[in-house]
């Protein structure tokens, strides 16, 4: 029979063993104190996730076989993409993945393009397209590297650094 060990045991067995999981147990002693400026303190300590008033770098990754259409990304440092993105972006870093698809529009600091990147796009600092890389449409960038066996193609602009303008490239 089963009944020895786990699940098969006994309700009453079961209850009386001491559980070591601290997944939902809070840290701290859960106070019912009302909510003042005075002692509203703007941390928390769980195990394994410490939240405090500082903001982390937030990154958004949409993994593969994942489709987002339709939407505006904002507030987002890092966008990687895995899957497929039809959106509207501006941030500080755009990474595509080998299988990775953008399509749309995107103001970003730093772009790293392995997969295909189809729209308008802009890079203030470095724009890096890597040998399997494609992008296509109107692209504006402060610096460019391109590797061997990369595609760039449609309406291809330089940003001017002392004006902020765009410089058609030659």
């Known amino acids: 029979m089963l009944q020895k060990d786990g699940f098969f045991r006994k309700r009453d067995e079961r209850r009386d063993e001491k559980r070591d999981d601290t997944l939902f147990r809070p840290a701290q002693p859960v106070t019912t104190a009302p909510m003042t400026a005075a002692n509203v303190e703007v941390e928390a300590t769980v ?17 593969p076989d994942i489709k987002l259409k339709g939407v ?9 993409v895995e899957g497929r993105v039809e959106a509207t972006l501006d941030s500080r870093v755009l990474e595509i993945t080998p299988h990775g698809v953008f399509q749309g529009t995107i103001a ?8 295909r990147f189809e729209g308008e ?22 610096k460019i590297k391109v590797e061997e ?6 309406e291809i602009s330089m940003l001017d650094k002392n004006q ?3 410089r058609k490239a030659a």
């Open 164 to 166: 902020g303008s765009v």
């Open 121 to 142: 796009l802009t890079v203030r600092k470095q724009l890096v397209i890597y040998g399997a890389g494609k992008v296509s449409g109107k692209i504006r960038y402060a």
């Open 72 to 80: 505006e990304i904002s507030d987002c440092d890092t966008l990687i």
């Open 108 to 115: 970003v600091d730093n772009a790293e393009v392995h997969g």
């Open 47 to 63: 195990p394994g996730i410490s939240i405090t008033g500082e903001r982390k770098e937030a990154k958004l990754v949409v993994g």
């Open 149 to 154: 066996g990369a595609e760039l193609s449609g």
